[in-house]
């Protein structure tokens, strides 16, 4: 008799080994049913790109990534069953490097919040505790990927959104640098460049192997991403060197979350680099936490939101109301309709000015080390019981770290070193300069290999 090899927490690098040396075929890995399952196990029981992930299952998320002739609603409850007429030029890369995809995963609408609750479908929940937020706005990939359904998920992040869910769910969540995966054909920028794709994954190997097979250019990008001296697997394994390394362990200023287990995360992570070699000292940007940054960045989204709703509304041939959505956007929507020409360029060009300042502390410094976010992750519904204020307000307070580096375009990896006494993930994240997702590879392979997180299993699997 054949054994049965079980593949539900194999990462993405090890699933796809196992369909080449022929011991599994593509169709068997097809574990987990979602809307597109049938037509899923009719291509992988076809004729497949020879790519690294020849025949291994993932998910897409429901904001972006369009494929033609497939929905896509953004969260939206009226786009739910509109078609979209253009294929991404990231959706070929993943069909390229050979996934199959089995369908779309749950965000918050419009993928302008930190907790994948929308009015328009069911909430995501953590596969850890399941009262709990999955985070946001990947908060469904991160939660499939944290239950065993795929080794691999389609995720975004525009203020942390690639981030905060790896944090929330226990994975590897690696934002990359702007411009290093095209958002084409459709959109040139989102967010005023903050916004970028990736994926939420196990392994760091499995982050590095995914952005490598993604990060292919699309002639007319508005910026290219600055090579790496080589494929971003080469870097796995890798030793760093010596890293000049500054932590954050608690933010600067009124309104934000400043939890024990966050600072605990950060402590624990700054004593194992130190074990490992590395110069650590308390240090970070002095513009970091400056308390004009939110609200430019605020404007921006306001801006990018109506924008993008008013597509919507041309898509569907009827204008959207109101009532149709969250009451979070439609205050972004309101925004954005008064907001002028000239206050917009301003806050472009401050939030310009303010970059160049943040870069100026990796002129000293290889790594910033800081909490993923602010807080373990809340109960659902913590957002938004208050109305749309109270849920700005605690959104706000719930990020001080990360949408910092969506708008300098600095990659970014949260890694899952920490877990609450009750069993809740806690990440920390690392930041390199601009472009140097090789170095943030090479320290986050070194941490996953002294301090493994690969054995640890949910509550709720797959």
């Known amino acids: 008799m054949t054994d049965v090899i079980d593949t539900t927490w194999l990462d993405a690098t090890a699933q796809a080994d196992l369909v080449r040396r022929g011991e599994v075929t593509p169709k068997e890995l097809d574990a987990v049913l979602r809307t597109r399952f049938d037509q899923a196990r009719t291509e992988a029981a076809g004729e497949l790109p020879d790519g690294p992930f020849h025949g291994v299952p993932m998910l897409l998320k429901d904001l972006g990534c369009t494929v033609a002739g497939e929905p896509t609603a953004f969260g939206l409850g009226p786009l739910r069953d509109l078609a979209w007429p253009v294929t991404s030029y990231l959706a070929e890369q993943f069909r390229a490097a050979g996934f199959v995809h089995l369908g779309r995963t749950n965000v918050p609408e419009l993928g302008t919040t930190v907790t994948t609750e929308p009015r328009s479908f069911r909430p995501a929940r953590n596969p850890w505790q399941t009262g709990h937020s999955t985070g946001g706005s990947s908060g469904g990939s991160a939660a499939a990927v944290a239950s065993g359904m795929v080794p691999v998920a389609h995720a975004n992040d525009g203020g942390g959104s690639i981030r905060i869910p790896a944090s929330e769910c226990g994975l590897v969540g690696l934002k990359p640098t702007r411009g290093r995966v095209s958002q084409g054909p459709l959109v040139a920028e989102g967010w005023a460049g903050a916004t970028i794709d990736g994926a939420v994954t196990r392994t760091v190997r499995d982050a590095a192997a995914v952005l490598d097979a993604i990060s292919a250019r699309l002639p007319g990008e508005p910026y290219y991403a600055p090579p790496w001296p080589g494929p971003l697997t080469g870097q796995v394994g890798a030793d760093p060197g010596r890293l000049r390394i500054g932590l954050i362990d608690r933010p600067v200023g009124e309104g934000f979350l400043d939890h024990p287990e966050c600072r605990a995360a950060v402590a624990g992570a700054g004593r194992l680099l130190e074990a490992l070699g590395h110069d650590v000292q308390e240090s970070g940007p002095a513009a970091m936490f400056d308390p004009d ?111 910092q580096f969506n708008m300098t375009g600095q990659p970014a990896v949260s890694l899952p070193l920490h877990w609450t006494p009750d069993g809740l993930p806690v990440g920390v994240q690392f930041v390199a300069a601009f472009g140097r997702e090789d170095l943030l590879i090479r320290i986050a392979a070194q941490l996953e290999q002294a301090a493994p997180w690969a054995d640890r299993r949910p509550l709720v699997r797959a």
């Open 293 to 403: 940054f939110i609200r430019h960045f605020t404007l921006i989204i306001a801006a990018d939101t109506e924008t993008s709703m008013r597509a919507y509304e041309t898509a569907l041939g009827r204008r959207i109301g109101d009532d149709e959505i969250e009451p979070r956007n439609a205050v972004y929507r309101a925004i954005g309709r008064t907001l002028e020409v000239v206050t917009y360029l301003q806050s472009r060009a401050w939030l310009g000015t303010w970059a160049r300042k943040m870069a100026d502390w990796w002129t000293d410094y290889d790594v910033l080390v800081t909490p993923t976010v602010g807080a373990p992750p809340p109960e659902l519904g913590w957002f938004t019981d208050g109305g749309a204020e109270l849920e700005g307000q605690r959104v706000v307070s719930f990020i001080p770290y990360t949408a």
